[in-house]
């Protein structure tokens, strides 16, 4: 009986103990006989029983109810037909509870012996009301429609912009059509009837700025059966700081001098006319400055393009300076391979002799040729473009900088052959990987790309900044927590009340603004179904809990702590008047 007992303020048990077995002693000690009386032990047990009223009065004493021996089911949405039926036969008692988000029933729950969740689960926020239970949790039906989605929201002007995601359970005609801002459709698929399908969608970025893409889900009438929002945040390309060394020009060179002028990217060009002339280009900057191979002049670069064998014959001081700006300073060096290149060793690059001569890059949808090897894989290495397994663009890290290649040969025949938009994917994803990194006062993440109003958004910022603040869209104030192995990492929770564009930014920074889509929920129902499963799936993904449910408490009522203190205190205030009591 007594192991059931409990007290809501059990950190102060020791001082009241001390307290109540001082104050009996001292009124032992006054009420102290030689020649002791019935009436002094009378004194003495009632003044117990004030002392241990007043104790409990302190302390606040709650029995412990044990759980119910019973099953509870848990029912969410998603519930399989026969999953509800099948437990009832098994547990004829089995009570029923249908789960709502925010409601709360913990004491409910904590009444029962185990709980059992059916259909797709809670949302992981509500996690904490089965916190110490035993729980089981079966799973649900997966829901039809848009489960999966991948794709990058901040792309750069020019990119491909990539819609990958998986279709659960198509109809007979189904077809997903992505749609731009103005409803124009930009690409399309037709999906088979029934089970898991992946697909794929391409568009092209063309303009900078914040755009609402939408995927459209058409059935085989061309009636629109379902549309979801798409945002997307298009980035403006950044301009390049861009030097070219060649021994000698080639087509290559040429053609790719042109794209990088076009695309606004300041050009420096180095050619080498004779034994001892060059040529000296300069493109959307200043014509009479020249590109100068000195460390102190490569600092302002981003990019340095050079063949293999005018790497090969650079002078000592020369090659020196160029590696101190690419360890230091960040350079990136975009070496132009030949076969001695991929014959020698020494470049910090490997190659197998594959003799293929053209290939399919993944990345793009043509036919490239190419120098009869690829990279051998190895540690470091980074690839950019690849095909079949086979590395063909990659780059090695030195330092801060980077040093890349490829095996692509004469890619101008794209051009030639009127592929613009292939020729500019293939060499904007060399040149971007390869180029200097500017490092941003602080770099956001997050693990959902589907936000809901008034739904707990998470995100993550790091920074180098050591008090943070971060402001959202209505001015107050985001409180963040620090990750405790990584100080440079801080994690925040908002509630979205905006739907539409919201934003956050440092206080300390302004520039480090971070900007997100918030959409109410009705949209990407399937995915956001899908992906609480699958939360519940990684959750309760454990043996169950065994034994009792979290035990429950009851207060007992101080009523009669205060009428025995009340009785016990005034007796032993009227007693030593009151004859009546002498015995």
Request: aromatic share 12%; with cysteine; charged share 20%.
């Amino acid at each position: 009986m007594i192991a059931d007992i409990r007290f809501l303020y059990e950190d102060i048990a020791w001082p009241v103990l001390v307290g109540s077995v001082a104050l009996l002693v001292v009124f032992i000690w006054k009420e102290w006989q030689p020649n002791k009386r019935l009436r002094f032990f009378i004194k003495i047990f009632t003044a117990l029983l004030l002392v241990f009223s007043l104790a409990m009065l302190a302390l606040r004493p709650l029995k412990v109810m044990a759980p119910e021996n019973g099953v509870v089911a848990l029912l969410s949405e998603g519930l399989k037909s026969n999953q509800l039926d099948s437990l009832q036969k098994e547990y004829r008692d089995l009570s029923v509870i249908k789960y709502a988000v925010n409601k709360d029933i913990r004491d409910t729950l904590h009444s029962f012996g185990e709980v059992i969740i059916l259909g797709r689960g809670i949302q992981p926020f509500d996690f904490w009301q089965l916190e110490g239970m035993p729980v089981r949790y079966l799973g649900g039906a997966h829901p039809e429609g848009l489960i999966g989605l991948w794709y990058t929201t901040e792309p750069v002007v020019g990119e491909e912009l990539s819609i990958k995601g998986t279709f659960n359970e198509p109809r007979k005609g189904d077809r997903l059509i992505l749609r731009g801002p103005g409803g124009t459709g930009l690409d399309s698929i037709s999906l088979k009837e029934g089970g898991m399908q992946p697909f794929q969608l391409l568009t092209t970025s063309v303009l900078h700025g914040k755009f609402l893409f939408s995927l459209d889900l058409m059935d085989s009438m061309g009636t629109l059966k379902n549309s979801e929002p798409l945002p997307v945040r298009i980035r403006p390309e950044s301009k390049l700081k861009i030097g070219v060394v060649n021994d000698f020009p080639t087509f290559e060179t040429k053609y790719l001098k042109n794209f990088l002028a076009e695309r606004g990217h300041e050009l420096f060009i180095r050619s080498k006319v004779s034994s001892d002339r060059y040529k000296m280009e300069a493109f959307n900057t200043d014509p009479a400055t020249s590109l100068t191979i000195s460390e102190k002049n490569l600092e302002t670069f981003d990019l340095l393009i050079m063949d293999s064998e005018t790497y090969k014959k650079l002078p000592g001081t020369w090659q020196m300076a160029v590696k101190n700006a690419i360890f230091n300073t960040g350079l990136g060096l975009f070496i132009q391979g030949d076969t001695g290149f991929f014959r020698a060793t020494g470049s910090g690059f490997e190659f197998t002799n594959d003799k293929t001569t053209m290939v399919q890059p993944d990345q793009v949808q043509l036919k490239i040729p190419k120098h009869p090897f690829h990279f051998k894989e190895g540690f470091g290495l980074q690839a950019v473009h690849t095909a079949d397994g086979k590395v063909l663009s990659a780059y090695i890290r030195a330092g801060e900088g980077r040093i890349g290649s490829t095996v692509f040969e004469s890619t101008f025949q794209l051009l030639l052959d009127g592929h613009q938009k292939e020729y500019q994917r293939l060499w904007a994803g060399i040149l971007t990987g390869i180029s200097k990194k500017n490092h941003p006062v602080a770099e956001w993440g997050i693990e959902s790309r589907v936000i809901y109003l008034d739904q707990p958004f998470e995100f993550q910022i790091r920074t180098t900044l050591e008090q943070p603040e971060v402001i959202g869209s209505t001015g107050s104030r985001i409180p963040l927590a620090q990750d405790v192995d990584l100080f440079n990492l801080w994690q925040g929770t908002t509630y979205p009340r905006r739907k539409g564009w919201n934003h956050q930014v440092l206080k300390n920074d302004t520039a480090a603004r971070f900007e997100y889509y918030v959409m109410d929920t009705t949209s990407w129902r399937s995915l956001a179904q899908y992906g609480i499963q699958e939360v519940n799936n990684r959750h309760w993904d454990r043996d169950p809990i065994t034994g009792e449910g979290k035990q429950g408490v009851q207060p007992i009522p101080q009523t009669g702590f205060y009428i025995v203190f009340l009785l016990c205190a005034g007796y032993l205030w009227l007693e030593p008047r009151n004859k009546v009591f002498q015995f």
